[in-house]
Structure formats: structure tokens, C-alpha cells
């Protein structure tokens, strides 16, 4: 099994921002641990972990910079995930952060663990301010 197509077709699915199509590609009880956000168990809470920028996002870009397999089976991504947010002038921009990744795949061809590293401050920096 290529599981890096796998996970090649499933940041496709991100980056066409189609909830049902992306959360197709995780098991029932997927773990998705978002350090340093939290961990969602099951695609409920998965969605949820995701929902609040892929809904404000006009369009999602996943820039791969590494995707390799492991011989252990794992997968392990480095990714510069922007999403472009909407607004008037200047509040319409790109939001971008650089993030490392861990995968495990079952035999089934699904996600069934999946840990992303990011600095939250990056992140936080690149968001419009509440203010």
C-alpha cells in the first residue's frame, strides 16, 4: 500500500476544502493530536478541531515540503498550510504556518493517528486580532 498517496490524495482534499471528502480519508476512531491545540477523537471531534479554519477559509494551499514513508509503515509530513481568508482589503489575506506531521495508516487505507507540530504564536500572528 502507498501511503503516501494516500496522504498525497488526502491534503488534495484538504486543499479543495470538501468536509465529507476529507474526513472519508480518517477511521472511526482516529486520534488527531493538533499539539499544541488539543486532540480529537473520532471525525466528530476531528471536524471540529478543523472547522474553525476551513470555514473561514475562501481557499485552502498545503505546501508540501517533505512527505515520506518510514519503514515502519509511518508517514511523516512537513507542510506550510495557509489558508486564505476572507474580508475587505486587508483583512483578506493569507494565514500560513509551517507544520510538521505524523501519520498512521491502517490497512484499510485509513488515517488512524495523526499528530501535527506547529508554534502557535506563528500561527496566532498570521489570524486578523480580535481587537
Known amino acids: 500500500m502507498d501511503k ?4 498525497r490524495d488526502f491534503f488534495a ?22 499539539v ?19 470555514q473561514q477559509a475562501t481557499a485552502v494551499d498545503w505546501q508540501i515540503a517533505r512527505l515520506e514513508q518510514a519503514p515502519s509503515g509511518t508517514v511523516y509530513s512537513e507542510r506550510n498550510d495557509r489558508f486564505r481568508l476572507a474580508g475587505e482589503g486587508e483583512a483578506a489575506h493569507w494565514a500560513e504556518f509551517r507544520c510538521s506531521g505524523i501519520h498512521e495508516i491502517n490497512d484499510d487505507g485509513k488515517i488512524t493517528f495523526w499528530r501535527d507540530y506547529f508554534d502557535l504564536q506563528q500561527r ?7 481587537g
Open 4 to 7: 503516501v498517496k494516500i496522504m
Open 13 to 34: 482534499a484538504v486543499e479543495a476544502n470538501d468536509q465529507a471528502r476529507i474526513m472519508s480519508f480518517f477511521a472511526e476512531d482516529s486520534v488527531f493530536d493538533n
Open 36 to 54: 499544541p491545540m488539543g486532540v480529537g477523537k473520532g471525525r466528530d471531534e476531528i471536524w471540529a478541531v478543523f472547522a474553525p479554519m476551513f
Open 124 to 130: 496566532l500572528a498570521t489570524l486578523p486580532s480580535a
